[in-house]
C-alpha cells in the first residue's frame, strides 16, 4: 500500500480486519516519508505486519527509480519509527528458512535451530547432526520473499514495460470496469518469474510483450485460493488470499486505487486443500 | 452482548451474542418435540414386513448411544447467537448446537463459505450443514477465548457441594470490583484473567452425562433384568477445568503461551488500554480499561495448530471370521473314493464276521 494517503487507503481493507491505529497511523505517515528521503527511494509502501507472540514486525517495501518491479528494498520496524533493512537471502538460506515453522517471536535476533534431515539420515550410525543457525532477520526475509512471490499482485494493465525491459506505472490505467472487476482473471501476480510456459501458443500469439508480462492469478492452485469479496455494493473488490491467511489487496473499480497488505502470522495454510 | 466476525471464503459473518431472559425461548422446544415423534412410527411399519419372509440374521452392532444436548440457557447453549452476511441485512437465528457436532467440528477444518445452507463436505461427515459448523465453532471459540479480569465475576454465595464433581456454573456480576491496572492485566504470568465461559469436555458437553444411563420409560420393563445382567465398563466421567479458572493455566501452544499481552499504544501508557490476543484461537481478541473489558473474535473460525491438520483415518476394517478347520470346506469325496471307502468297510465287516464264527465254532467244540 502506498505511504501516501496510506490513512484512507488502509480504510479499504477494514472489512478483512486490517486496521491501524491512530497512533500507528499517525506514525508511519511521518516515518516512512523520512525514510523515503534517506533512503532516496522513488515510493515507499507499507507491505504490511507481521504478528509476533511478543511484539509485531512492520514491513515496509522501498521501491527504487529503476525498475519498479524488480529495484525493491525491504525494511522492519517494530515501533513504526525506526526501520531497518531485512538481509537479502541466499537461496540456500532461503531454503532453510523455508523448513522453519511455528509462529515468529518478535525479537529480530532470536536464532532458530535448523537441522539438516539429510544429512542425519545418512550418518544415523556414527549419530552426528549438523545444525545450522538461521538469524530471526533471515526468517521474516524468507517468509516475506516466499510470500511476496506467492501473494503480491496488481490489476491488469497497471503497469508498463518498456522496451528497455524497465517496468513502469501505466499513467492511462483507469481502474477495472465493473464487470471486469469480478472475473479472478483480471488481477496479476507482481513477480519476477515470468512463466510463460503455462500459456499456450494460441493466446502468445495475441498477448501485448507490453502489457501481458505477468501471470494472473487464475493459474494458481489450489483452484478457490483466492476469495474475491465485493463490498459496498460493487464499489469495493476485496481479494484475500486463502493460501496466506491475512493477505488481502482492493480496488475501487473505476479508479486507479488499488492497494494490497499483510497482517498475519507470516504462516502458509498448508491446510488449505482440506478446508475448500 | 458480544460480537466478532467470521470471514469467509464468499461472504463474511457478523455474529452477535445474546442472552435471552427467562420465558422467551419456550416456542422452539415445542418444534423439536414433534419431530422426535415422526421416527418411531415409521419403525412400526416397517417389521410386520419382515416377519413374513424369512429372518435375516441382524447385525449385532448396536450405534453409541447419541448424547442428547444441553438445554438452552445452561452449558454450550447458554447464549443465543444471530448471524448476518452483511451489516442492514436480516440476522438469521443459529440454531442450539449438540455436542455430536462439537465433537465432529474439533476433527474437522473447513473454511466458511458465507453460504449457511452449504453442505460441509468433510469425514468424519459433519452432521449438519453450515449453520451448525458455524454454530460449534462459535461455541468452541467461546468456551476457549471468553476471558474477564480476575474478580468481575464471582460465584453466587449458596454453599453447593461439589462432591458430585459437576461444578458450579453460574455466576453473578462482583459488584464490589475494583479495576486493576494495566500492568497487572498485561502480566505475563496472566493470572488475572479468568474464564467465564464453561470448558467443552470432550464428550461436547460442559456438564458430563453418562451416555449408559437408560431412560426412564425403559426402566419400568428391564429394571429386573438390568440388576442381573452384567454393566459394561462404565464410562469414566469427564472433568474440565472449573468455571473461572485463570488463563495462567491454559495449557501452552507450541511452546508458546496461550495468550500475548500488551498495550495498545507505548507512546501514552496512562491512557492505553490492555490487550490480550489468544495464540489458540487467531483472531480473538480481549481488551480491558478500568472497568470495562470486552471480548472480540475477527478471523477465520480455526484453531492454531503447529503441525498441518490430517484428517482422522478412517476405521479399521471388520476382521472377517478366523478360518480354521471346522468352517474350511473339504471337497466331497468323488465316487471312487466312495466305492474304495465303502469296499474297505465291507471287508473289514466279513472280517468280523468270520472270527466272530469261528469263535462260535470254538466255543461249541467245547
Not at chain 2, 271 to 280: D, G, I, M, Q
Request: glycine fraction near 8%.
Amino acid at each position: 500500500m502506498d505511504s501516501e494517503g496510506l490513512t484512507l487507503s488502509v480504510e479499504y481493507l477494514a472489512t478483512t480486519g486490517i486496521v491501524l491505529s491512530t497512533e500507528q497511523k499517525a506514525a508511519l505517515q511521518t516515518s516512512l516519508v523520512m525514510l523515503q528521503n534517506a533512503q532516496k527511494f522513488h515510493k515507499v509502501q507499507l507491505w504490511g505486519k507481521v504478528v509476533g507472540i511478543k511484539e509485531s514486525y512492520f514491513i515496509a517495501c522501498g521501491i527504487g527509480r529503476g525498475n519498479e518491479l524488480l529495484d525493491r528494498k525491504f525494511l522492519y520496524s517494530q515501533d513504526c519509527m525506526k526501520w531497518c533493512m531485512l538481509p537479502i537471502l541466499a537461496d540456500s538460506r532461503a531454503l532453510m528458512c523455508r523448513s522453519l515453522s511455528g509462529r515468529f517471536i518478535g525479537d529480530p535476533t532470536y536464532e532458530y535451530e535448523y537441522i539438516d534431515m539429510r544429512l542425519w539420515e545418512k550418518e544415523k550410525k556414527l549419530r552426528r547432526r549438523q545444525t545450522r543457525f538461521g538469524e530471526r532477520r533471515g526468517q521474516i526475509s524468507g517468509s516475506y520473499r516466499r510470500n511476496r512471490q506467492r501473494s503480491a499482485h496488481r490489476t491488469q494493465r497497471s503497469y508498463v514495460k518498456t522496451a528497455t525491459g524497465k517496468i513502469v506505472t501505466n499513467r492511462s490505467f483507469e481502474g477495472l470496469n465493473n464487470l471486469d472487476c469480478k472475473k479472478l482473471a483480471s488481477y496479476f501476480h507482481y513477480r519476477n518469474t515470468p512463466n510463460t510456459d503455462k500459456i499456450n501458443l494460441l493466446a502468445k500469439a495475441t498477448l501485448d510483450q507490453s502489457i501481458d508480462f505477468l501471470e494472473h492469478i487464475e493459474t494458481d492452485l489450489p483452484k478457490g485460493c483466492w476469495a474475491l469479496h465485493l463490498e459496498r455494493g460493487s464499489g469495493l473488490v476485496i481479494l484475500k488470499s486463502l493460501l496466506w491467511l491475512g493477505y488481502s489487496f482492493y480496488h475501487v473499480p473505476g479508479t486507479r486505487k488499488f492497494g494490497s497488505m499483510y497482517v498475519g502470522t507470516g504462516e502458509k495454510n498448508i491446510d488449505l486443500p482440506f478446508m475448500l | 452482548s458480544g460480537l466478532g466476525k467470521i470471514l469467509g471464503t464468499n461472504k463474511n459473518y457478523i455474529v452477535a451474542e445474546v442472552e435471552y431472559r427467562e420465558g422467551a425461548e419456550d416456542e422452539e422446544q415445542g418444534e423439536e418435540g414433534e419431530g422426535e415423534e415422526e421416527e418411531p412410527k415409521e419403525d412400526e411399519d416397517a417389521e410386520p414386513k419382515e416377519g413374513e419372509e424369512d429372518n435375516i440374521p441382524q447385525p449385532d452392532y448396536k450405534p453409541p448411544p447419541v448424547i442428547p444436548k444441553e438445554e438452552n440457557g445452561t452449558g454450550c447453549n447458554k447464549k443465543t447467537y444471530f448471524v448476518c452476511n452483511e451489516p442492514g441485512t436480516e440476522w438469521v437465528k443459529l440454531p442450539p448446537v449438540t455436542p455430536a457436532q462439537v465433537v465432529c467440528a474439533r476433527q474437522i477444518k473447513k473454511f466458511f463459505t458465507g453460504d449457511l445452507n452449504a453442505p460441509v463436505i468433510s469425514y468424519p461427515p459433519f452432521p449438519g450443514t453450515e449453520i451448525n459448523y458455524l454454530r460449534s465453532q462459535i461455541a468452541r471459540i467461546s468456551a476457549g477465548t471468553q476471558i474477564s479480569p480476575v474478580d468481575y465475576f464471582k460465584f453466587e454465595e449458596d454453599d453447593e457441594d461439589d462432591s458430585d464433581g459437576e461444578g458450579r456454573d453460574s455466576f453473578v456480576e462482583n459488584v464490589e470490583f475494583e479495576p486493576l491496572r494495566n500492568q497487572e492485566l498485561i502480566d505475563p504470568s496472566l493470572s488475572n484473567w479468568v474464564h467465564h465461559v464453561q470448558h467443552i469436555l470432550p464428550q461436547g458437553r460442559c456438564q458430563w452425562i453418562n451416555p449408559a444411563v437408560k431412560t426412564e420409560a425403559e426402566d419400568f420393563d428391564d429394571e429386573e433384568e438390568e440388576e442381573e445382567r452384567e454393566e459394561p465398563d462404565e464410562p469414566v466421567p469427564e472433568h474440565g477445568p472449573p468455571l473461572l479458572n485463570p488463563i495462567s493455566e491454559d495449557s501452552e501452544v507450541d511452546s508458546m503461551p496461550a495468550w500475548s499481552a500488551g498495550l495498545t499504544s507505548n507512546l501514552v501508557p496512562q491512557y492505553a488500554a490492555a490487550v490480550l490476543r489468544s495464540n489458540l484461537w487467531p483472531g480473538s481478541y480481549v481488551f480491558g480499561l478500568d472497568k470495562k473489558f470486552e471480548n472480540l473474535y475477527i478471523g477465520y473460525g480455526h484453531k492454531y495448530t503447529a503441525d498441518n491438520y490430517s484428517p482422522p483415518a478412517p476405521p479399521a476394517t471388520q476382521e472377517e471370521y478366523p478360518s480354521g478347520a471346522e468352517v474350511t470346506e473339504v471337497p466331497d469325496p468323488t465316487v471312487d473314493e466312495e466305492r474304495a471307502l465303502q469296499a474297505v468297510q465291507q471287508e473289514q465287516l466279513d472280517r468280523e464276521a468270520e472270527e466272530a464264527e469261528m469263535e462260535e465254532d470254538d466255543e461249541e467244540d467245547d
